[in-house]
């Protein structure tokens, strides 16, 4: 009896629970993407009338697309770096019982628990005593090492779970080492290299403490841009660009799921 | 040396065969030399050394953990053994990786690559050794027919049954034509029904194809029908190489006796030809005189008929079980109890506690030599 009262008293928590945490993530993005349409001259809603007039502004303003620009190439490298660094190491973590293995696992997934700012002010003095402050390279560096816990744990996953005969049927089947990583362990832990791929690109695309610490003159990155823009101007432009990414963001995952979904269907 | 080894490969079955036939038919194909493998304190497997003649199916028996997988994959180059050597076709392999190793395995799990079609799974090897594609697609094509599923050739492996999985992890392994085929308990993912039939194919197959087979398990059913040679092994020696009706009939170790099929063992002491166990029977047996152990298969015990001239034994039975072709029954004769598996008629099967006379078959009570002194 008093089990079931729990029970229907859950089951109504969870009815009334649910709708408001799915409305409280779509919510600011829904605001903002139909903010971004409004015919008036101030971020606010609802918004007044409907035009493209701030996509048409966004588009023509430089330092927003420069700024896109610079996030999209910064977050792509960053991608491609934390994935290679972090498919050796998953692979060191997962195959090999060396001293100090826990210590490694934990040091790669590191970044995830020191704050944001403390590590940016580290990096700060770190890259400056390297003499690489206000490059792209320091920068890179950063970005890659707050993305590695992300493909680290993905990967790290996937490979537990993968079945080793497998690697040892090829090795039977006369295919050296390097063959048996391109034909069949890359292939068979594919969805997992996506997954960490995107949530990679994400970290990195959307980081903004980290780049203002480690940002310079040159290039600014999106996050940055739109900060540091809303410090002096409150203009619906900011939301334009903000429904530009969403909209990249979408197509991205959706791609990413016709290809995994197809790998898994395959 | 190299070269001509892909060479050879890339002929034809035939030819390949009456070429290393050539060599020398009698060597072994595989040969293993006083190998063992340790784990930290744990000793897989001591000392161990065996030949596989050519085109012989030779089993490895044994409980699980007896170090039986263990040697076969010394001998594919999974395991890196402690001591000893490993010799394929007279070639000593114990330094090469798996990839340089003339074998074909079917791995119990089969380990067919679940991205890959069937014919891409049976392709594989045959593209790591450089068969080009016409070549390939011909060889894929011969294998499937050879293991009939040439229907499946665009299917994905969990498109197909267990035993489907099994037939071309076959001829994914002798796609290569290795010198070698190893079979890692094949049959042990498939229910009962399936197994007894997928061994008889495997038997016929092995023979069409007449490779040379190493197959490990631990069924000694398994084991009896398909081997031409068995290598009983327990905690990681050989217990005794032979013939399924030596190993059967003729067990060399009590471990032996007790593992292969269902047997009475008794322990006594042998006097001009006569065996008297430590509980007081008495059995005629041939056999030096001391302290002997006794084996009695329960098929050469019978119930008295009228006039056999054999002498009788009276006992009681014990436990009597309904096998519908043959009824198991635990007699106590004389302080000892025997094994007796015999059919009954309707409705003639003794109950508990009832008087049986029973004679034993002298062929069947078998005397297991002595242990050397120093194990």
């Known amino acids: 009896m008093r089990i079931d009262a729990i029970d229907v008293g859950l089951k109504i928590a969870g009815a009334i629970v649910r709708p408001l945490v799915y409305l409280t993530l779509c919510l600011p993005a829904a605001i903002v993407v139909v903010t971004s349409f409004t015919a008036g001259e101030s971020l606010r809603f609802p918004p007044e009338g409907f035009s493209l007039r701030w996509y048409q502004a966004a588009i023509n303003s430089e330092p927003f697309m420069d700024s896109l620009w610079a996030s999209t190439k910064l977050a792509f490298i960053a991608t491609i770096l934390s994935l290679a660094i972090g498919l050796a190491s998953s692979f060191a973590i997962d195959r090999f019982r060396f001293r100090g293995r826990e210590a490694f696992r934990t040091l790669t997934l590191s970044p995830l628990v020191v704050p944001m700012v403390v590590l940016g002010l580290g990096l700060l003095q770190f890259l400056s005593w390297m003499q690489l402050n206000q490059t792209f390279a320091g920068l890179l560096i950063g970005h890659v090492l707050i993305t590695l816990p992300y493909v680290v744990r993905t990967l790290t996953a996937s490979l537990v779970l993968f079945d080793r005969t497998l690697e040892q049927a090829a090795m039977n089947l006369r295919a050296p080492p390097w063959r048996i990583l391109w034909r069949i362990t890359l292939p068979l832990i594919g969805p997992a290299l996506v997954s960490a791929s995107v949530f990679a690109f994400v970290t990195s695309f959307g980081n903004i403490t980290l780049s203002i610490f480690l940002g310079f003159a040159g290039e600014t990155t999106l996050p940055v841009q739109i900060f540091t823009y809303v410090e002096h101007s409150y203009d619906p432009i900011l939301a334009a660009v903000s429904t530009i990414v969403i909209l990249v963001t979408l197509i991205v995952i959706a791609i990413v799921e016709k290809l995994v979904g197809m790998e898994t269907v395959a | ?375």
């Open chain 2, 1 to 375: 040396m190299k070269a001509a080894n892909q060479k050879v490969e890339q002929t034809a079955f035939d030819e390949k065969r009456t070429l290393s036939a050539g060599a020398d038919a009698s060597a072994p194909v595989v040969s293993l030399r006083g190998i063992s493998k340790t784990y930290g304190d744990f000793l897989a497997v001591e000392n161990l050394s065996l030949d596989v003649k050519r085109g012989e199916l030779l089993c490895l028996l044994g409980p699980s953990g007896c170090g039986k997988t263990t040697t076969l994959r010394m001998v594919a180059g999974f395991v890196e053994p402690t001591a000893g050597s490993v010799y394929i076709s007279g070639q000593d392999v114990t330094a090469l990786p798996p990839y340089r190793r003339d074998t074909g395995m079917v791995f119990q799990s089969y380990a067919l690559f679940p991205h890959m079609t069937i014919g891409a799974n049976i392709a594989f090897g045959l593209e790591n050794i450089g068969v080009p594609k016409t070549e390939r697609a011909r060889r894929v094509e011969e294998m499937l027919t050879l293991v009939e599923l040439t229907e499946l050739t665009h299917r994905y492996p969990r498109e197909l049954s267990g035993g489907q999985q099994q037939r071309v992890a076959l001829a994914r392994a002798l796609a290569l034509r290795p010198a070698v085929l190893l079979l890692d308990e094949p049959f042990s993912n498939l229910d009962a029904q399936l197994r007894v039939r997928l061994r008889e194919e495997l038997r016929l197959l092995i023979d069409r194809v007449d490779i040379t087979t190493l197959f490990v398990t631990h069924d000694q059913e398994e084991a009896l029908m398909l081997s031409d040679r068995i290598v009983v092994i327990n905690r990681g020696k050989i217990e005794q190489i032979g013939t399924p009706e030596d190993i059967y009939e003729r067990p060399a170790t009590r471990f032996v006796a007790e593992f292969i099929g269902w047997c009475s063992i008794l322990e006594g002491v042998v006097s001009n030809g006569t065996f008297v166990s430590s509980g007081g029977l008495t059995l005629p047996v041939n056999a030096a005189a001391g302290p002997t152990t006794i084996v009695v298969r329960p098929e050469y015990i019978k119930p008295v008929t009228a006039s056999s001239g054999r002498s009788r034994l009276s006992g009681r039975v014990e436990s009597s079980n309904y096998y519908g072709a043959m009824s198991r029954l635990s007699i106590a004769i004389d302080g000892e109890k025997l094994l007796m598996e015999t059919h009954f008629p309707p409705g003639a099967r003794p109950a508990v506690d009832d008087a049986i006379e029973i004679e034993i078959d002298p062929v069947g009570i078998r005397a297991i030599p002595a242990p050397p002194k120093n194990s």
